[in-house]
């Protein structure tokens, strides 16, 4: 097994990358993208995904050197063990407001010592290795962990939640979070981007990057609607 979690090494080098934002299962079209994407985002929270469907998008995507990152539906250690389990390289936590919610979320996301990941022999590379302290000291290493702030709380906290070691990224959520300031549905009220340019510039203070500074990325639904029009003609 060798470190290719692209997520994780454009995190730290500031590197831009390109994916696609999946809230359905669509292995064909993972294939289909595989030459333009760097990586594949699935929506575990608002997308319709069973545990079947997520490993069979992480074996399309393993098929291209994709790498496959999650948004997880909660941040319990079963929700994020099962994600991974099924060959997620990244995960990303929603809601996240306190720093106990963030070390919550290394402690799932990582073996010992830095987490306490349960250990699962599920996928053919846990069946294949050899050594297993070096196996696990490369899962690590080979993991990525987004924590998401969608609330005044934890836009208020958001240095704190950069600064915990094992987070190697940060990511907002723009319609809950503007609900969360007083502002439903209007994510780009000066008040939201206020608040957000104000936590960016507190996480990148402690040396950690948000979503924005190192990913592109686009919706499958936008793909598809813009993909039509272009080549039918808009109606």
């Known amino acids: 097994m060798t470190s290719r979690n692209v997520v994780k090494q454009a995190a730290g080098s500031g590197e831009r990358i390109r994916g696609v934002h999946l809230t359905f299962s669509a292995p064909t079209a993972?294939?289909?993208?595989?030459?333009?994407?760097?990586?594949?985002?699935?929506?575990?929270?608002?997308?319709?995904?069973?545990?079947?469907?997520?490993?069979?998008?992480?074996?399309?995507?393993?098929?291209?050197?994709?790498?496959?990152?999650?948004?997880?539906?909660?941040?319990?250690?079963?929700?994020?063990?099962?994600?991974?389990?099924?060959?997620?390289?990244?995960?990303?936590?929603?809601?996240?407001?306190?720093?106990?919610?963030?070390?919550?979320?290394?402690?799932?996301?990582?073996?010992?010592?830095?987490?306490?990941?349960?250990?699962?022999?599920?996928?053919?590379?846990?069946?294949?290795?050899?050594?297993?302290?070096?196996?696990?000291?490369?899962?690590?290493a080979d993991t990525s962990l987004c924590l998401m702030i969608e609330t005044r709380s934890g836009l208020e906290v958001a240095h704190e939640l950069a600064a915990v070691e094992g987070v190697d990224y940060l990511s907002f959520g723009p319609m809950d979070l503007a609900q969360s300031l007083g502002h439903p549905g209007e994510p780009a009220h000066p008040d939201c981007k206020r608040a957000v340019a104000d936590a960016t510039a507190r996480i990148n203070a402690v040396g950690k990057r948000v979503r924005e500074d190192f990913m592109n990325y686009a919706w499958i639904n936008e793909i598809m609607l813009t993909g039509v029009r272009q080549l039918l003609g808009a109606r």
């Open 30 to 140: 993972i294939e289909v993208l595989a030459q333009e994407v760097d990586f594949i985002y699935l929506d575990g929270e608002h997308g319709c995904f069973t545990h079947n469907d997520l490993e069979a998008a992480c074996i399309a995507a393993e098929r291209w050197g994709l790498t496959v990152i999650a948004r997880v539906p909660d941040g319990s250690a079963a929700t994020i063990t099962g994600f991974l389990d099924r060959g997620v390289r990244g995960i990303v936590v929603p809601h996240i407001e306190t720093v106990a919610d963030a070390h919550a979320a290394v402690q799932a996301a990582y073996f010992a010592p830095l987490g306490d990941r349960s250990f699962s022999g599920s996928r053919p590379a846990f069946l294949s290795m050899k050594d297993r302290p070096a196996f696990m000291r490369e899962c690590n």
